[in-house]
């Protein structure tokens, strides 16, 4: 337990010799453990599909190779009322505040690249003018010298791109001075949304998924397999870990947007887009997408799910053409199967079953995922934060303070934990910073008795006591040297409390006072519906949450076997 | 033990004064809630109506002033009237609530016990053995349960549309008045299997694993050699030497047990509509009826006290090497 951790006193040792430091061993012990590894490993897969979940659930394509005729027209509708409408307003000189001008030309020049895109060089010509027509316009307008010609040139292109720029009917050749051939472009519609956060988890986990491919490597080639110098590139590595994602963060330039809705479905379904190639994600469901058909259908692989091409279930209690309540006709709702969703009856379409809105279950769990797995490990460092903070400082000044802060500790531990949260979230309001903040502000007295007694342990010890003599700060003392030897029974209460994290905010969610929607968690997929004839919605979020918490716990039980000798076999 | 209790109710009353929400505007905007309610709609001038709502219930004072009076009345026991029904008075029906709740926890406690503390001592007794994987196994699954999922899972199972053998709704049948007693107390039994099973295996888990611990650490021990070394038989050993020695500090694990029994009420008795204090402070949360909150956290906060010392005091009576002054 007291051992040093980055190996200071045997740096002098020749390297040959291959000793073994605190974290060599305790890397060791927890690679001996097959429940750990499994756990470990089944975790950090279930932590990819939340960080990856834009990739792997969405309804927008990943790859498009389109022509997408609708949009198009649109832009090119935007670009000339947007151009008439400056040339017009500029032209009566009622206003001519250059901000403004120059904001709404960035606008039609967006438009103007958008239909760009889509047409061949040679057909580019219009555009190209209309821009430049804009241009002169707006720096005769600097210079004071607006002439009638401006606008008349703007107005002819405008009139000239109306009449001969129609997309031409595809598979038929563009008549020359009334319709142009669109070209099909490409684009990368999941990732051009994504924004900087999610690149650097993404990024993250790139680097942790492959770690058992490049540590082997840089341990073997570029460290020579010296102890000593793996030991001592530890550090390094943990900082290459955190700092090449924020590189890639930094380096993204795509657009933050909320994957809520998209049309590219619908478009390619009713050949407003043209696709050459689309490559959707494997559930090709987005988590807002709804479809009034399929309102709480259950599991497709099920043969209650199975829907008539009226619309009409087959088997079931929800059988038949008549309302079994209301004995009223049902009206026919077929059910609409679009582009890169599995058909109809299939028994892969909605794997998990949908809810009240007829949303993908499978899509809104794997999204569920990042706010479940999120708020457990982030109220866990703050718990830790306030813990370590507040044991610390009573363990190791002691007197008045520490009874100061130990009637502190009491009073918190003495609400009952979940109750005092569930009123907290009620009355501070239900977001996910609010629910992460105060199971942190609530939980933190396991982590600052631990903490405590370990320093009052520790305070009396001879290298405590030789760091005191030596006139080192207090603050230096207590983090520097204290700290380190006390924090084994500390990193295994936080693998347990990230569990109970998720336990009680899947509870909050549960009655309701959790996270609210859009963007579900676990426990919030509950609300849709309470009642047993809908056993899909309540099965697979629990399991989630279950398998989670299960992870997390037998993960904590190797931790504590490895790190904390005294305890082994006490489960 | 009371300046904790000053602390927390302190502290709470703080947290709720503070929090956005304003009662006398709820009330006051409420339409058709109670006497009161419309009183105040009547009048034609609703900022009138505030004030003198602030009034009446010293919203006006500083916050320090309305803690004196709300803990002068709190030693009173009294917890005011609920803001929504203001004929009913919040200790009533605490009171009556605890009539629900209080009996569950305490046969959930007892149950849990029963249950684990066999299961953790034979699987520390029998280490290694398939008996001892198994039981621990399932004890680790159970530990990780999510509560409101495994209650929702039981009424999927034995619920109507599974088995259909147990209730899920209440405490009783809805002519329960006309049963005989036998009748009765058969009828609440059959109603209480689920929420009892719910509120118990969270804790069983826990004691038992703990149960094992503590077993595994006490037969380590040099007077449990010496206890082999005398020839004693292994009954006697286990039974007589190191069980009584591992007990100790689980008895002492009840006053951790009671809030975690005392949150999962509140989750129990939601899902299958038992009206029991859990249930009433839910109630009262939804429709941010500050003296329903009060009064259930206080009531609740108190009975981990009680709980606390009650544990304090079985130490010192299990274990005679502690004695309190």
Do not use: C
């Not at chain 2, 300046?3 to 956005?20: D, K, N």
Request: glycine share 8%; no cysteine; charged share 20%.
């Amino acid at each position: 337990m007291t051992e040093n951790r980055e190996g200071a006193p045997s740096a002098a040792v020749p390297a040959k010799i291959q000793s073994r430091d605190y974290w060599d061993i305790v890397l060791a012990q927890l690679n001996k453990r097959r429940t750990f590894r499994i756990s470990l490993v089944a975790l950090v897969l279930m932590y990819a599909a939340a960080i990856y979940a834009p990739l792997i659930a969405n309804d927008r394509p990943l790859y498009l190779k389109a022509v997408d005729t609708a949009s198009y027209r649109k832009a090119v509708r935007e670009m000339r009322l947007g151009a008439n409408g400056l040339v017009e307003r500029i032209g009566t000189g009622a206003d001519l505040n250059l901000a403004a001008i120059e904001a709404e030309r960035s606008a039609i020049l967006t438009r103007i690249d958008s239909v760009r895109q889509q047409l061949h060089p040679e057909d580019r010509a219009l555009p190209d003018e209309l821009a430049a027509a804009l241009d002169q316009t707006i720096q005769d307008v600097r210079r004071g010298n607006l002439t009638a010609e401006d606008a008349e040139r703007v107005h002819s292109l405008v009139e000239r791109i109306r009449v001969e720029m129609e997309p031409a009917v595809p598979g038929e050749a563009a008549v020359p001075g009334r319709t142009v051939t669109l070209v099909p472009f490409t684009s990368w519609p999941v990732l051009e949304n994504l924004g900087r956060l999610e690149v650097y988890f993404m990024a993250l986990w790139a680097i942790v998924l492959l770690w058992p491919i490049w540590n082997p490597v840089v341990n073997r080639w570029a460290l020579k397999g010296d102890r000593l110098l793996i030991r001592r590139a530890r550090r390094p590595k943990m900082l290459t870990l955190v700092a090449l994602p924020i590189l890639a963060a930094l380096v993204w330039q795509g657009k933050s947007s909320d994957f809520f809705l998209s049309t590219y479905k619908t478009g390619i379904t009713d050949g407003g887009i043209l696709a050459e190639r689309a490559i959707f994600p494997w559930v090709p469901f987005g988590i807002a997408e709804s479809s009034d058909s399929e309102y709480f259908r259950p599991p497709t692989w099920h043969p209650e799910s199975e829907i008539s091409d009226e619309g009409y279930y087959v088997n079931g209690p929800r059988a038949g053409r008549f309302d079994v309540t209301t004995r009223l006709p049902k009206p026919a709702k077929p059910v609409r199967v679009q582009f890169a969703e599995v058909g109809n009856n299939g028994a892969l379409r909605h794997p998990l079953g949908t809810d009240s809105l007829g949303r993908d279950l499978l899509a809104r769990i794997i999204w569920g995922g990042r706010v479940s797995l999120a708020v457990g490990l982030v109220s866990t460092a703050l718990l830790v934060t306030i813990g370590v903070i507040v044991g610390s400082l009573a363990g190791y000044y002691g007197g008045w303070v520490d009874i100061l802060l130990s009637r502190l500790i009491e009073i918190v531990q003495t609400f009952p934990v979940f109750f005092l949260i569930l009123i907290l979230v009620a009355f501070v309001g239900p977001s996910i910073i609010n629910i992460m903040l105060v199971i942190g502000l609530v939980r933190w007295t396991g982590v600052a008795r631990l903490v405590r007694g370990e320093f009052i342990r520790l305070r009396e010890q001879d290298f405590v006591v030789a760091s005191e003599a030596l006139g080192v700060r207090n603050a230096r003392t207590i983090f520097r040297h204290v700290l380190p030897n006390a924090m084994s029974p500390v990193l295994v209460a936080a693998t347990f409390s990230v569990a109970a994290g998720i336990l009680i905010e899947s509870g909050l969610s549960f009655l309701g006072f959790g996270i609210q929607l859009p963007i579900p968690s676990w426990g919030s997929l509950f609300i849709e519906s309470r009642s047993s004839e809908h056993w899909w919605i309540q099965i697979f979020p629990g399991l989630l949450i279950f398998l989670t918490v299960l992870l997390y716990n037998l993960i904590g039980e190797g931790v504590r076997d490895a790190l904390d000798p005294r305890l082994k076999g006490a489960d | 033990m009371i300046p904790t209790m000053i602390g927390i109710t302190l502290l709470l009353f703080v947290v709720m004064r503070l929090a956005p929400g304003d009662p006398a505007t709820l009330a006051v905007g409420t339409v058709g809630m109670g006497a009161e309610g419309a009183a105040m709609q009547a009048e034609s001038n609703m900022e009138d109506a505030i004030t003198k709502f602030r009034k009446k219930y010293k919203l006006d004072e500083p916050l320090l002033v309305q803690y004196g009076y709300w803990i002068g009345s709190v030693a009173r026991l009294d917890f005011g009237n609920e803001f929504f029904r203001p004929n009913v008075k919040v200790r009533d029906e605490l009171w009556r609530r605890m009539q629900v709740t209080v009996p569950l926890s305490l046969v959930s406690v007892i149950l849990s016990y029963l249950i684990a503390l066999p299961i953790g001592i034979l699987t520390a007794v029998k280490r290694g053995s398939v008996a001892d994987k198994t039981a621990t196994l399932s004890v680790f699954l159970l530990y990780s349960l999510p509560n409101f999922w495994a209650g929702l899972m039981l009424i999927l199972i034995f619920g109507k549309t599974g088995l259909g053998w147990l209730p899920v709704l209440g405490l009783h049948d809805k002519d329960a008045a006309s049963f005989t007693t036998f009748r009765y107390v058969m009828d609440v039994v059959h109603h209480a299997i689920l929420p009892v099973a719910v509120l118990t295996y969270g804790g069983l888990a826990y004691l038992s694993r703990q149960m094992r611990g503590g077993m595994l650490e006490v037969i380590r021990q040099d007077y449990i050699r010496t206890a082999r070394a005398k020839g004693l038989s292994e009954r006697v050993v286990v039974y007589k030497h190191a069980l009584r020695n591992s007990l100790i500090p689980v008895v002492t694990l009840f006053a951790g047990i009671l809030p975690i029994l005392i949150g999962g009420s509140v989750i129990v008795e939601t899902i299958f509509t038992i009206p029991g204090m859990g249930l009433y402070a839910f109630e009262g949360l939804v429709q941010r009826d500050y003296n329903v909150v009060m009064g259930t956290v206080t009531a609740s906060a108190f009975m981990t006290l009680v709980g606390f010392l009650i544990s304090d005091v079985t130490y010192a009576l299990v274990d005679p090497r502690i004695a309190y002054d």
